[in-house]
């Protein structure tokens, strides 16, 4: 009787996140191009609380950080929801950010995944990097 090959075990099989290169920046599939042109067009103010992170370092975490320290150390609600609090740069635009973006303990929350030479700067910002091994 001749050897066979096993089935392909599917639960092995993951899908790669694709990506869509915006001018040199791999910019997440889904993510509209006409929000992150914006988003590098963005003009920080005195206001703005940029949480700056590699993709998958600690973003949420230093977020939920950074709510509670504003917050006199009142977490999150259930009720509310982190993207809310926190709106992602490249995915909604400057137009979002200066329109509808909530403001917790006199600042704008911002997060973003943009490298520091993409990242919209300003002196009367604040800025939190997080940076891991």
């Known amino acids: ?10 639960h092995c099989i993951t899908k790669k996140p694709t990506y869509v290169d915006h ?15 914006d988003a590098l067009a963005y003009k920080p103010d005195e ?10 370092c600690g973003t949420t975490l230093t977020q939920h ?11 999150i609600q259930s009720h509310e929801k982190l993207d809310q609090m926190f709106p ?12 509808s ?13 943009l490298p520091y030479d993409m990242t919209p700067l300003s002196p009367c910002a604040k800025y939190i990097y997080v940076a891991r091994n």
Do not use: C, Q, W
């Open 1 to 10: 009787m001749a050897a066979t090959n096993p089935p392909p075990n599917n």
């Open 65 to 75: 950080m950074i709510y509670i320290m504003l917050n006199n150390g009142v977490p």
């Open 23 to 37: 001018n040199g920046f791999l910019m997440p599939f889904g993510f509209p191009a006409h929000n992150f042109s």
């Open 101 to 113: 973006a909530a403001v917790k303990g006199g600042k704008r929350l911002i997060k973003t995944h």
């Open 47 to 56: 206001n703005d609380l940029f949480v700056a992170t590699y993709p998958k």
């Open 88 to 99: 992602h740069l490249e995915e909604v635009g400057s137009l979002y950010i200066k329109n």
